[in-house]
């Protein structure tokens, strides 16, 4: 049977702010296909969600380019959007930030091709699938990615500046096939995992409280719907104007 909804691949699904990202666009009407190590989760609450995953470790370049092939089965033609949420942030003992000097380089590498390789590699191997949708690609950035911070190691951080390049130059080369790139930078978002300390954060942040996973989500739903339809190449912070 054919399926008239609107599709969203999505990776990094299972926790905080992808996991909050299914549930708004599947609210919405949208069929949702997810990415993870992971098999799919029994206790998510959406239905379809059993089928609708792919076992991908994104750490993997083969098992990435290998699976588009797989994801490209799912589609029937078109994805109307990608949202690249996937990120790793390894750390020391203790949970130390790990910074240039100490960061071994096997760990760069891996966090490379999770938080960056693999949004190109996705994009890139699905355009054909955006192109005939006129869709659009979200990428996860992050404050880290403009600024030293206290918790985020140095190999997420330029992961993520590398990513918001990635963002600008996907949108000039995207442009022309009628699919928008945007990104979008969170700041301190209230998950399961929180770094001890967060706290001293949120005190200094103007508006003085965490953001939640439905608002993050809320403005990916947005980049990715007709209401941003002459929106591409931005990057949009979403970190209670702790950026300012």
């Known amino acids: 049977m054919s399926d008239d909804r609107k599709t969203l691949l999505l990776t990094g699904a299972s926790r ?36 609708n995953h792919v076992v991908l470790d994104l750490s993997d370049p083969a098992g990435t ?4 092939k797989l994801i490209q089965e799912k589609l029937d033609g078109r994805l109307d959007a990608l949202v690249n949420n996937a990120g790793i942030s390894p750390k020391g003992p203790g949970g130390s930030r790990l910074n240039t000097l100490n960061t071994d380089l096997m760990d760069w590498g891996k ?11 996705l994009a890139r191997g699905l355009k054909d699938e955006l192109a005939a949708a006129k869709g659009a690609v979200v990428n996860v950035t992050s404050i880290a990615g403009s600024r030293v911070h206290p918790f985020a190691g140095a190999a997420y951080a330029t992961s993520k500046a590398a990513l918001a390049a990635l963002t600008r ?27 001890p300390g967060t706290e001293k954060i949120v005190e200094k942040l103007p508006m003085q409280r965490l953001g939640q996973p439905e608002e993050v989500a809320a403005a990916i739903y947005f980049l990715c719907s007709d ?18």
Do not use: K
């Not at 069929?31 to 993870?36: D, K, L």
């Open 227 to 244: 209401e941003s339809s002459y929106i591409s190449g931005t990057e949009i912070e979403v970190n209670g104007a702790q950026h300012v």
């Open 111 to 121: 966090v490379f091709h999770v938080n960056f390789f693999a949004s190109v590699v």
């Open 169 to 195: 130059e996907m949108a000039h080369d995207f442009g022309p096939l009628g699919v928008r790139v945007n990104a979008i930078a969170p700041g301190e978002v209230e998950t399961a995992i929180l770094s």
């Open 16 to 51: 905080g702010i992808g996991h909050a990202t299914v549930r708004r666009f599947n609210r919405e009407g949208w069929r949702v296909i997810t990415c993870s190590r992971q098999p799919f989760p029994e206790e998510c609450p959406w239905g379809g969600g059993q089928e």
């Open 65 to 68: 380019i290998n699976a588009v």
